[in-house]
């Protein structure tokens, strides 16, 4: 899928974040902290691993967005709500990367020392922090600030929005093949 303008990225991800909560509804202990076996995260640890994550991205394009700034770097059109020059998309990585078992860095690794209430705080504070970036981000053209992505290589700040909303696809996808492991349903009490 293409993206158009920065208010489709964050609607596109404000949408996904919508599935990923409905994907926890109604959890016992038991499920929130479940592994299958030892080496697997639990839905705690992915929602850790989410807020971590974010958050960092968060982090990122402050100081993107910061430096951009005081270069003079601002959108051609002026207008926020003007659409891209070119659409923008991270089909193409995304599907590269689909069936990949990929290793978290080690600052986006769950310490497995917060309950599933606290990483959803967190989680909740670092789309947030995101969120009052939007208007910076409107102002510049984003397409020349890029970061290397672990995994994709160096993308631009509208790929790396659209990437919080991917990965979060991404980990709600392993909670509902985790919510079908042998042995969740009876942790149904715990």
Do not use: C
């Amino acid at each position: 899928m293409s993206y158009n303008s920065v208010a489709e990225i964050y609607e596109a991800i404000d949408e996904s974040r919508s599935r990923l909560l409905a994907s926890v509804e109604r959890l016992s202990a038991g499920q929130e902290n479940f592994r299958p076996d030892p080496e697997r995260w639990s839905i705690t640890d992915i929602f850790e691993h989410l807020s971590l994550v974010e958050g960092q991205i968060a982090r990122l394009f402050h100081v993107m967005l910061s430096k951009a700034e005081a270069a003079g770097a601002a959108r051609a059109e002026g207008d926020a709500d003007a659409p891209f020059a070119a659409p923008v998309s991270i089909e193409h990585f995304v599907e590269a990367l689909r069936e990949k078992k990929l290793q978290s860095p080690d600052g986006a690794r769950p310490g497995g020392q917060l309950s599933l209430a606290d990483a959803l705080a967190r989680l909740h504070d670092s789309r947030a922090a995101l969120h009052s970036l939007r208007p910076r981000l409107e102002r510049i053209d984003g397409t020349a600030l890029r970061y290397p992505h672990p995994a994709a290589g160096p993308i631009d700040i509208y790929q790396w929005l659209l990437f919080v909303g991917s990965h979060e696809d991404r980990h709600r996808l392993q909670i509902e093949a985790l919510k079908q492991s042998p042995g969740f349903a009876a942790n149904a009490e715990g």
